[in-house]
Every structure is written in C-alpha cells, then in structure tokens.
C-alpha cells in the first residue's frame, strides 16, 4: 500500500510564507496528474492547484500569483510554496496523486492522498 506524506505546514503571520511537500512512500507510475486541495472548517475541500504531466501549474484564482506548484512526476514528489498569506488560507491542505495505465481498451486508476496539513495564517 503506498501512501502519500506531507510535511511542513503551521502557524504563520498574515503576508508570511509556508512551504508544503508531498511525497510517495513507494513507487507509483504512471502519474497524470498531481494537485493540491484544502479544506477550511466548515467548508468542503477545494482545489488549489493541479500540474498535469509535461504540463505548468493551474491556480484557482484565490492562490493565483500567491502559491507556486512544482512537481517531479520520476520521483513522485510535489511541492507548494505558499507566500503573501492571507487568513483565509487557514485549512486543513491535502496533496493528491492520479496515475491511470491502460491495456488494450481497459483503463487502470487509482487515486493517492496525503493525511493533510494544518495551515493556520493568524495574527
């Protein structure tokens, strides 16, 4: 069973910086596509950003010019640098994996997430 774990994550000031990882704990092949999600309580998990494979980064427009995505698809890696923090950003963040294979005219899939992240943005 391979999982995906996070690191970094925290406390920080509004308009300070937190830099998150994820990596694999075996290998996984054949990634489309990795991305990362949050969830702020009482609120459903969304997306905020998505790198697909040969791809650039996608940003929702909360995080666009704040957050910069960065991936390695061989070694199953990904990153989130989080500048410019706002208290909004406070949640719970999640990377997720997506790696489809096919055979023939049988598509394989399956899904990786991390245990997520707390990030809190207080004064």
């Known amino acids: 069973q391979v999982n995906l774990v996070e690191s970094g994550g925290g406390l920080v000031q509004p308009g300070g910086s937190l830099s998150l990882s994820c990596e694999a704990s075996?290998?996984?092949?054949?990634?489309?596509?990795m991305d990362w999600h949050r969830q702020a309580p009482g609120k459903e998990r969304e997306l905020v950003a998505t790198?697909?494979?040969?791809?650039?980064?996608l940003y929702v427009d909360a995080v666009r010019g704040r957050f910069t995505m960065s991936g390695d698809f061989a070694k199953n890696t990904m990153y989130l640098q989080m500048d410019s923090l706002k208290p909004e950003d406070t949640a719970v963040y999640y990377c997720?994996?997506?790696?489809?294979?096919?055979?023939?005219?049988?598509?394989?899939?399956?899904?990786?997430w991390g245990q997520g992240t707390q990030v809190t943005v207080s004064s």
């Open positions: 790198l697909y494979s040969g791809g650039t980064p």
């Open positions: 997720h994996m997506y790696s489809e294979t096919h055979k023939g005219w049988t598509r394989y899939s399956k899904d990786y």
């Open positions: 075996g290998s996984i092949s054949s990634i489309a596509s």
